[in-house]
């Protein structure tokens, strides 16, 4: 069946501007999470949804960045006034209920900020 | 907070050798541990998990013993492949939260 599914798969976007990442996860995966994965480095978590509520976003930055998950399937990211240290790959990733059921991710929107 | 300390990459080793990547882990209660591997151009995906203490999670030869008296979880496999060439992530799952939280990776190349 088919994937998480992340559009776009590259952005390149000036300073300042405002971009959207979307997410399409797994059909009947209850659970997304945004990770973001800076080059060398290890995912950094960011918001988990469980449904359509964000259940922890204690990783995401307050003031730019929103993410919303509005019917419990697609979610969006949003980053305002874009800066250049938000340059980075930015993952989706769901899962199907049960606590220790696998994430699937996937393959990420590359952000470039020149 | 919780965390995952894992070694620093890259690792070379010619096909056959035998492969040892070192995680540690800090958190409360008892965690839930994962190794995730990343082929390149692929997406991560999950390589093996453990979820309680002792416990011995296994794939595609590889192996980690979830050692809660080292707080440790290693990957290990007897005989790597040039096919295992990959970056390789430790991870964690705290008891009382659906967070995961993942090492910085380390990247394996194996020679012919």
């Known amino acids: 069946g088919a994937g998480v599914s992340q559009t776009p798969s590259n952005k390149v976007t000036e300073k300042g501007k405002d971009v959207e990442l979307r997410c399409d996860p797994i059909s009947g995966h209850t659970a997304l999470y945004w990770y973001r994965q800076s080059l060398g480095q290890g995912p950094e978590f960011l918001i988990y949804f469980q449904g359509t509520g964000a259940a922890d976003d204690s990783g995401l930055p307050k003031d730019r960045f929103f993410a919303v998950r509005p019917e419990g399937s697609v979610s969006t990211l949003k980053i305002q006034r874009t800066e250049q240290g938000d340059s980075a790959a930015y993952l989706c990733a769901s899962k199907p209920g049960g606590m220790n059921s696998p994430l699937h991710f996937g393959n990420g929107t590359r952000l470039t900020v020149t | 907070g919780d965390s995952v300390t894992q070694m620093e990459g890259p690792v070379t080793l010619s096909e056959e050798a035998f492969l040892t990547i070192n995680c540690t882990y800090t958190?409360?209660?008892?965690?839930?541990l994962f190794w995730y591997v990343q082929y390149p151009g692929e997406g991560l995906q999950l390589l093996l998990k453990a979820t309680k203490a002792d416990d011995k999670g296994s794939n595609k030869g590889f192996e980690a013993t979830y050692r809660k008296e080292t707080t440790s979880f290693h990957l290990e496999k007897g005989s790597v492949q040039v096919s295992d060439s990959a970056v390789y992530f430790c991870a964690l799952r705290g008891s009382s939260a659906s967070k995961i939280i993942f090492g910085s990776g380390t990247r394996l190349s194996i020679r012919p």
């Open positions: 958190a409360t209660g008892y965690p839930s």
